[in-house]
């Protein structure tokens, strides 16, 4: 988990973000979104649904 996002790897339901996602936190469920995507998303503290309302916003 530490260094998922170095490989471009998110974890897709984390728990703080159950009211977003709607589904319970999955400790084993994580996506690839590249690099780039991965570290920005955890700079801002997005999960998958958020960065890509952020991303339609633009």
Not at 2 to 14: A, K, M, N, S, T
Not at 32 to 45: D, H, P, R, S
């Amino acid at each position: 988990m530490e260094h998922c996002v170095d490989y471009g790897f998110i974890l897709r339901y984390p728990t703080y973000k159950k009211d977003t996602t709607k589904i319970n936190y999955e400790p084993w469920h994580y996506r690839y979104v590249g690099v780039e995507n991965a570290k920005f998303m955890q700079e801002k503290n997005f999960c998958l649904e958020e960065y890509i309302e952020y991303l339609s916003k633009d």
